[in-house]
């Protein structure tokens, strides 16, 4: 099912599904506006669009929906993966298709099935490009390999990920609601990369591969001058090409292996940006 706009056309669909469709685009940026409202929001932001009708019968889409709305609420996000796969498998084509397609993701996500939901939410952004909800689908894509980030002595793949994504959302959506801390979740990250390389380095010196420490160093201070390890590469990598390795343990070199918080980050680019908000872990 693809889409150059928001409307979701194809030679199968239903006469009706240009003005339904039109409809899902509006239902969606509302749904956004309130984010997860309760049902009651929910089911007033159906009725606004002429969808609530509660004589239509529990097996309509617009029925499901406001159950898997009440579902994600109440944290029964199987229950509600259930139900919205259910209307993008039975009614593809209803006014509330499109919503179904991203609460699926959401419902994957908050059940920290993040492989599951990026592939959701690419699907998303495959087939509805231009939607308005791309900015968050990006976001989420980012947080989905962000939140599998382990400690720095495992693979750090899922950091270079978050900052390519988190990347993505900055430059193709400035000014987006997401751009604050996607920035500070790229410099976390950023700051994560560098220890990593920290960590590699400190390991090349315990063996006495002094070299391969040397370039690891390099490379650090070269591709991450802005993160908080600088200083101490700097440091080792001086002595290193002094000729004179340290003589304290190596031990004392290796970096915290937990990822950094990245409100710290946050905090540090725009003091008083969420006021007395609460940001999303």
């Keep these: 099912m693809k889409s150059s706009s928001?409307?979701?056309?194809?030679?199968?669909?239903?006469?009706?599904?240009?003005?339904?469709?039109?409809?899902?685009?509006?239902l969606l940026l509302a749904w956004l506006a309130v984010g997860l409202?309760?049902?009651?929001?929910?089911?007033?932001?159906?009725?606004?669009?002429?969808l609530g009708d509660p004589d239509q019968g529990p097996q309509t889409p617009e029925f499901l929906a406001m159950n898997g709305v009440e579902e994600m609420n109440r944290g029964n996000y199987k229950k509600a993966l259930k139900i919205?796969?259910?209307?993008?498998?039975?009614?593809?084509?209803?006014?509330?298709?499109?919503?179904?397609?991203?609460?699926?993701?959401?419902?994957?996500?908050?059940?920290?099935?993040?492989?599951?939901?990026?592939?959701?939410?690419?699907?998303?952004?495959?087939?509805?490009?231009?939607?308005?909800?791309?900015?968050?689908?990006?976001?989420?894509?980012?947080?989905?390999?962000?939140?599998?980030?382990?400690?720095i002595d495992r693979d750090p793949g899922h950091a270079i990920d978050a900052i390519a994504a988190f990347s993505r959302l900055v430059q193709s959506f400035p000014g987006s609601p997401y751009e604050v801390e996607a920035r500070a979740r790229i410099q976390a990250s950023r700051d994560f990369l560098a220890r990593h390389e920290m960590y590699v380095a400190t390991f090349y010196v315990k063996t006495g591969e002094y070299e391969q420490a040397e370039g690891r160093l390099d490379y650090?201070?070269?591709?991450?001058p802005d993160t908080a390890i600088v200083p101490k590469a700097g440091e080792l990598l001086a002595l290193l090409e002094a000729g004179t390795p340290p003589t304290r343990s190596w031990r004392d070199w290796l970096p915290d292996l937990s990822m950094p918080n990245w409100r710290g980050f946050i905090e540090a680019m725009t003091p008083s940006v969420f006021g007395s908000g609460t940001p999303s872990e």
């Design 37 to 50: 409202g309760g049902c009651a929001t929910f089911d007033k932001t159906l009725d606004f669009f002429g």
């Design 6 to 26: 928001n409307n979701i056309t194809t030679p199968s669909a239903p006469a009706s599904a240009p003005r339904k469709a039109g409809l899902a685009a509006l």
């Design 220 to 224: 650090l201070l070269t591709t991450y």
């Design 84 to 151: 919205f796969q259910d209307i993008k498998d039975r009614y593809p084509f209803s006014a509330v298709g499109l919503l179904a397609e991203l609460k699926a993701a959401d419902a994957q996500f908050y059940l920290d099935n993040y492989r599951e939901a990026h592939l959701l939410y690419q699907e998303f952004e495959a087939n509805h490009p231009t939607n308005e909800a791309i900015p968050y689908v990006l976001f989420q894509m980012g947080l989905c390999h962000y939140l599998q980030i382990d400690s």
